[in-house]
């Protein structure tokens, strides 16, 4: 099990973290949303909370809750300028399909 980051991600949460008081790492997860049914969702953690899985990655802790953990287990995070546009990207391995905006997943599992 584990989330990782990417070099250029790795950077922008250390920034965030470091700019941001009371902030522990950062909070990995997902969300119903969307056309396909779930959507990551990634924030500064200010809190452990029961259930969460606590990843470190060369530094930065990394807390998912345990609803999350087996839809984004094995997840790369990276970091991308589009642009004017700065965002967050995903690879998850556990995404069978994305919607057509790419805003939202379903797994094998959603299909069964």
Sequence with gaps: MAIT???????RVQRFVAQTPGALGLRFGVTRTGCSG?????DLARDERAGDTVFEFDGVKIYVDATSLPLVDGTEIDFAKQGL????????PNAAAECGCGESFTTSADAA
């Design 38 to 42: 779930w959507g990551h969702v990634a």
């Design 85 to 92: 546009s700065e965002t967050f990207t995903f690879r998850n």
């Design 5 to 11: 980051l990417t070099p250029v991600a790795l950077e």
